[in-house]
């Protein structure tokens, strides 16, 4: 099966915070899949990561400058026109604050306001600043606006603190930048997919069932979800969910 990514053309913003080193694995995987990544680093990001070693694993140098490029003359326009997708990750509180209030502050914000591509933003932050108000109504006014939000997962943060705000696994920041991307000939249909194992009771403690391990069934769903549709995944196994689809366990 080919990717979506192939011959795409993606921007990929970074912004400050601890996930930032995950990028380098969200450019490497991008890459892989066939697309040509230009990444555009914030002042905040380069307090974590190198600008050597996401230039490495990208197709083409870091981006930071709105200025002082003779390879790309008035970069905060030319990018954004030039883009098949923005992908931003992690995003920080910060710049969903900018970008949705159409704040042109830095070249990735700049990038933001000038692309008629699709947006997808992946927010990373503690959970706290996660569940702020003003975060909860600048990612409602997003969503809104037809840009593309990867909910953070539940798991480690900086600090040693555990809760909502993690950046969302690379694997998942991928396949959802190919389902942007991908054919829509399934908009419109709704698909309930079975995955895992029938267990059917005897008694309280006994049961018939198979080694069925879910994985095709899920496979299914995550092609699904990539083409457009709306999916429903009925499960007796615990598999990371393909994003956009939702899971019903029994």
Excluded at 71 to 85: C, E, F, M, R, V
């Amino acid at each position: 099966m080919s990717s979506a990514l192939a011959g795409k053309r993606i921007v990929l913003g970074v912004t400050g915070g601890i996930a930032a080193y995950k990028a380098i694995e969200v450019s490497r995987r991008l890459v892989d899949a066939g697309a040509h990544v230009v990444p555009i680093m914030t002042a905040g990001a380069e307090r974590f990561i190198g600008r050597t070693t996401l230039s490495a694993l990208a197709s083409e140098p870091v981006q930071t400058e709105l200025w002082n490029n003779p390879a790309t003359p008035i970069p905060h326009t030319k990018i954004g026109q030039g883009a098949d997708l923005v992908l931003v990750a992690p995003a920080t509180a910060r710049i969903i604050a900018a970008y949705r209030m159409g704040l042109s502050t830095d070249l990735l914000t700049n990038t933001l306001l000038a692309t008629r591509a699709p947006v997808v933003i992946c927010p990373a932050m503690h959970t706290e600043m996660w569940e702020h108000p003003a975060v909860v109504d600048n990612i409602a006014v997003l969503r809104e606006r037809g840009v593309h939000i990867v909910d953070p997962a539940v798991g480690r943060l900086a600090g040693g603190d555990s809760g909502a705000g993690r950046l969302a696994d690379p694997v998942r920041i991928v396949a959802e930048a190919e389902r942007v991307l991908g054919p829509r000939d399934l908009a419109g249909v709704r698909l309930a997919v079975s995955a895992g194992g029938t267990r059917e009771p005897i008694d309280a403690v006994r049961v018939i069932a198979n080694r069925s391990s879910g994985k095709q069934g899920y496979a299914i769903a995550a092609e699904a979800v990539s083409r457009g549709a709306d999916v429903t995944i009925v499960s007796t196994v615990s598999l990371p969910t393909p994003a956009g689809a939702v899971v019903h366990q029994v």
